[in-house]
């Protein structure tokens, strides 16, 4: 029995975390500081939370660097997410392999400036054979771009007439998800979100149907790995019955 058990993964710890950082605007505000302030403060928490991930055995994590809606900001502070976001995915190559740990991207190619592409690129050629904890850095992402992007590439391969044959309305959905940018990743068990607001915002709308929802009064600069274990007990207590019921 105890030989059986340790040959799954705990079903106690979510497989997918996915995270809404939000607040570092409001932490550089409460201290008089640019907003630029609060985001390289939030990129030291992505680096905190990353690592607390690794310790925890949680396989994927989805992080919300940049959405489709961020390009509504100042031309200097889109300059600055954008440099410190390839900044960072470029300098941290040790980290990444000394925690064993694989780059992915989702979010709109199209939109993205060709040398945010190509370190994105870079970092995902560079640290596809690892097999650790797997980032997916959400960057020029939209829950309804990735969902249309996706319509797009299906009706030009003529693949959703071809896989509806019939009305098999299951199978369809089951064939959309390889038009999205990451069908080999399993949908979010848990998303969380920091900094008190309470929606999604676009993020990863299609693959949160079933996801837990944890919200989170700390603003995302002040995150540290306890929080994460908060987020994390509380996961473990609720109930998952993706719409049937409890027997
Ligand atoms: C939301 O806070 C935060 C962002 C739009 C940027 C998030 C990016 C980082 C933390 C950098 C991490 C990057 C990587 C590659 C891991 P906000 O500016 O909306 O805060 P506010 O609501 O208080 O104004």
Redesign the pocket.
Known sequence: MEARKKQFPNPSIPQHVGII???????ANFRKMP?TS??LE??K??KRIIRAAVVRNISFLT?Y???TE?WKRSEQEVSF?MG??ST??KKEYPFYREQNIRILHTGDRSGLPEKVTNVIDEAAAYTASHTGLTVC?AINYGGRNEIVRGMEKAFKLHAIADSAAGSDRHALENSFRNFLDNPDIPDPDLIIRT?GEKRLSNFLLWQSAYSELFFSDK??PDWKAGDLDNALVDFRNRKRNYGGIDN
């Open positions: 950082m939000d607040g570092n605007g409001r932490w907003r609060g985001h939030g990129l928490a992505a992080l660097a940049f959405s961020n997410l410190l976001i960072y995915i850095l900094a603003l995302w």
